[in-house]
């Protein structure tokens, strides 16, 4: 089974902090993801990898920036944490093409940002 | 610009009953796939089913399936025979270009 896991399920911090949250996968897929989860907005991409050390932009990746050393890790980066980054953040990775195959989720982190 | 439209905020369905939940997308690409993705309660989201758009046959895993009516891109989701443990978000996305596009999410309940 594919297993991707998130470094804490839930995370408190305070305003104008650095807030790392690590993502691992075990299954050697190339494409990794950072999505954020709102009520009534859906999942919104906010940065992807498809190979080790390349990332590209998604839709909101304003406030964030990300780093994948390593084919198995991704990590996401808020550089100053504000309050509207209060948010859940979903992991998840893929084989393949972007588009085509499943997405393999992780249990996500409920980020509160005081 | 692709989007993907789920108008049903709220569910909700009868144990044993049958619930389609809808969506709509628009895009102009002629290679695509959609997928419904489904997010129990504190639990990680999973792959309910996946359509390929070049397809006509629709999709079907056990209880869900598909309808999927691409002129009029729609991609509905049918469960039949629902049971309590089929209460969860359901998100409806699509995949295009370089990216998988999400709906809202339709939460759906199950009552005994």
């Known amino acids: 089974d594919v297993k991707v896991t998130q470094s804490s399920r839930y995370l408190v911090k305070r305003t104008g902090e650095k807030v790392f949250l690590e993502c691992v996968q075990d299954?050697?897929?190339?494409?990794m993801f950072w999505y954020r989860q709102d009520p009534g907005l859906g999942l919104r991409l906010i940065y992807f990898?498809?190979?080790?050390?390349?990332?590209e932009k998604g839709d909101i990746p304003e406030g964030y920036s990300v780093s994948r050393e390593k084919k198995e890790r991704f990590s996401l980066i808020l550089e100053s944490a504000s309050t509207n980054q209060t948010s859940m953040y979903l992991c998840?990775?893929?084989?393949?093409?972007?588009?085509?195959?499943?997405?393999?989720f992780g249990p996500g982190t409920r980020l509160t940002v005081t | 610009a692709q989007t993907v439209t789920q108008s049903q905020p709220e569910m909700s369905v009868q144990e044993a009953e049958t619930v389609t939940l809808s969506c709509t997308y628009d895009?102009?690409?002629?290679?695509?796939?959609l997928f419904w993705y489904k997010q129990p309660p504190s639990r990680q989201m999973i792959l309910v089913i996946r359509?390929?758009?070049?397809?006509?046959q629709n999709a079907t895993e056990n209880r869900f399936s598909v309808n999927f009516q691409k002129a009029a891109k729609s991609f509905s989701l049918k469960i039949s025979d629902s049971q309590l443990g089929d209460a969860a978000m359901y998100f409806c996305a699509g995949g295009w270009a370089d990216k998988l596009i999400f709906g809202t999410g339709t939460r759906l309940q199950v009552f005994p």
């Open positions: 998840a990775s893929s084989e393949g093409t972007v588009f085509s195959y499943e997405q393999y």
């Open positions: 299954m050697d897929h190339e494409n």
């Open positions: 895009t102009s690409e002629s290679d695509y796939y």
């Open positions: 359509q390929e758009a070049y397809k006509q």
């Open positions: 990898s498809y190979d080790v050390k390349m990332k």
